[in-house]
């Protein structure tokens, strides 16, 4: 065999060995996944399942959050004590006396005040005003009252000219002037007309008596103590009935000369009394 025929056999089975290996190869070797499109989606189908997983959790998280706080709340909310709501001591002294009026009988009573004279020391715009200059002039006995607009300080109820010369000569004794430290003025008072059970209508009759009184004496003065030491509960808290206990501590220390103002001021304190209730 020549050269040539001997070189172009052996690279026809060169040729045919690597073929035969390269087969095998292809067999036995595992083909590896292009990285395509095939990849990409598979991926992103386990990140949608992720995320579907996780967003799941925190609904059902959240869900059971908020279930476990509303029904402890309400757990909570019905172990609390309850609140209390404050009440006017007021108020609740005009329950008292309705609920012991209910069912007690009630009689109406009708009580005339006449209108009359009276010293008025001064007028003034508040009430801490009034008392100021009240307490200024301590050494007379005096009351205050009001119209809803001015606070007036008077003293002394003058039903008759004695009863008016006995306090002026007074007040000019103390060094007052008649209109100008002083005024003596007309005074109206409202009717009374009221309806209340049979023990207080007694009581209110019995002040009756004693401001319609034509005698300051101090038999009177002594019934006026054992009135006013027998106020109903629905009056305790009276203004003019505690000025009135005022005039009645003041007038045991009292001289003779201020006694007849004392005890003129202590009967228009009842006058005051009788028109605001």
């Given at each position: ?37 095939g990849g990409l989606s ?35 909310g019905d172990q609390q ?160 009935l505690h000025q009135a ?33």
């Open positions: 065999m020549d050269e040539q025929k001997k070189v172009r056999v052996m690279l026809n089975q060169q040729s045919n060995n690597n073929r035969h290996s390269h087969d095998l190869e292809k067999i036995l070797t595992p083909k590896k996944k292009k990285k395509g499109l598979n991926q992103k189908g386990s990140s949608v399942k992720i995320l579907r997983a996780v967003i799941l959790a925190i609904v059902l998280g959240s869900l059971f959050g908020f279930s476990m706080m509303y029904f402890f709340a309400d757990i909570s004590p309850p609140t209390a709501t404050p009440v006017d001591s007021n108020e609740e002294q005009e329950e008292e006396t309705n609920e012991d009026n209910e069912g007690a009988e009630t009689t109406a009573l009708e009580i005339e005040l006449p209108t009359t004279e009276v010293v008025q020391l001064g007028m003034f715009s508040t009430e801490e005003n009034a008392v100021e200059f009240q307490d200024e002039l301590a050494h007379l006995p005096s009351v205050i009252t009001d119209d809803e607009e001015y606070y007036y300080l008077l003293t002394s109820l003058l039903p008759t000219d004695q009863s008016k010369d006995l306090a002026v000569e007074f007040l000019e004794s103390e060094g007052l002037e008649k209109n100008e430290d002083y005024l003596v003025k007309s005074w109206s008072f409202t009717n009374v007309e009221i309806e209340e059970t049979d023990e207080v209508n007694t009581w209110l009759m019995e002040g009756q008596d004693i401001i319609h009184s034509d005698d300051l004496s101090d038999e009177w003065l002594a019934q006026s103590e054992e009135w006013l030491s027998q106020v109903p509960s629905s009056f305790e808290n009276n203004p003019y206990n005022v005039i009645v501590n003041r007038l045991e220390q009292d001289d003779e000369s201020s006694f007849v103002l004392g005890q003129q001021t202590l009967l228009l304190c009842f006058y005051l009394f009788f028109d605001s209730i």
